[in-house]
């Protein structure tokens, strides 16, 4: 079945040919229901397993391929995906002991080890020790620290953040019926330190403001000293989203970018970002592990009391679902592979590489950059070019498949988005998609054929 399965891969990827498959969506779909057929016939079908991972892969997005560049989406190493194969065969779920007793011991050690990337190795007391839970990405990670800040608030807080926060923030705050976010500028594209401390002083009750190690739109690092200095002086709540940029602390060259993220109550990790894991592998570390009492559930068939006091772990306080896959394997297989300095070599790498890209961009007299990368993501469009020509260029890259490009509004304009986020990009891919770019603007100016 193996031997399937990457036969069907390979075969497939080359009847794609590019990072996305070309057509748009309806040849996409088309092509789908024409070889996937009936999906539940009344007879089985042995070929299946090869016929519907052929379609998969011909129909993929590959974030593998140099010209896949739209999203916060990794090539996951092939480390990564190995052990995911096992976690997958076994089937452990991380909702009682006796259905993952090594998963669960793993668990542990994966979340105070990347815990302690964060907070230090601080002398604290056994139970004020920082922790982390393991969660599916950076939504679930928000929805928790803002549960985390209600119930350590008495039930009541209300949510301050820059108009640069990701959306899940704002909708975490109404799954937990918690008051309208106060939403402060952030003019530059960060968080705005004197704006922020303005708010905080004529706000009152419970606060928890978030800030952002990474933002979705450009990769910018919000001043995370000031803003902690911010929420001391104001006694509030502090969360640092880093989904994005919390992979920065591998690197030593760019680990100083998250200087104050240890002043954080809780931070959001995503290592299916700057880890290169396959998804999900999102953390939300915690500074006071005290503040996970409020996750505690009890239910006999799970955690009864005298199973938990007879020295059986109780794993259903780690997190806000039951059923819950080993992710931790494929994370901790990848951590003790690569350990710190792999990791932060694979950062090095895509860091220079938006940098390589900005300065391809601000060279070439074609194009407009926004502004030097601070982590991956590079915002560029073509020069004199209209918002509607931006995304027509990217629409058109989209369905010849020749390139994957991500799109952003912000200054009033609408920019395309490189997230460089594979380290084996060089010098000639990003050449050749910035000339990609440029052919296609080309194309879509009347009477102009590209040479």
Known sequence: ???????????????????????????????????????LPDQGDPHALRTLVHVFAEGAADPAHPLCAAHLHCPPLAIATAADLAASALNPSLDSWDQAPAASELETLVARALAKEIYGDGR????????????????????????????ACDGAVRLVCGDNAHHSLARAAWLLGLPEPVVVPAPAGTLDPAALDETLTRLDGPLLVAATAGTTDAGLIDPLPEIAARCAAHGARLHIDAAYGGGLLFSTRHRAALTGLDAADTVTLDLHKLGWQP????????????DLTALRQRADYLNAADDTEAGLPDL????????????????????????????????????????????????????????????????FRPADATDATVAAVRRALFTDGSAVLGRTRLDGRLWLKATLLNPATGPDDLAALLHLVAARRATLVEGHTPR
Do not use: W
Request: glycine share 10%; aromatic share 2%; hydrophobic share 40%.
């Open 279 to 290: 998804i999900a592998a999102g953390l939300l570390a915690v500074k006071d592990p005290r």
């Open 124 to 151: 604290q007391e056994a139970s004020r020790t920082p922790d982390s839970l393991v969660t599916t990405g950076g939504t679930e990670s928000n929805q928790v620290a803002l549960l985390l800040a209600r119930e």
């Open 316 to 379: 259903l306080g780690r997190s806000m679902r039951t059923t819950r896959r080993p992710d931790v394997l494929k994370l901790a297989v990848t951590l003790k592979t690569l350990g710190r300095s792999g990791l932060g070599t694979l950062v090095d790498q895509v860091c220079a590489r938006a940098r390589e890209f900005a300065a391809l961009v601000h060279d070439h007299p074609g194009f407009v950059l926004h502004g030097p990368p601070v982590i991956s993501t590079v915002l």
């Open 1 to 39: 079945m193996l031997d399937t399965v990457l036969e069907a891969l390979d075969t497939g990827a080359r009847a794609r040919g590019g990072p996305l498959p070309p057509g748009g969506p309806e040849a996409v779909a088309a092509r789908v229901r024409e070889t996937a057929g009936e999906i």
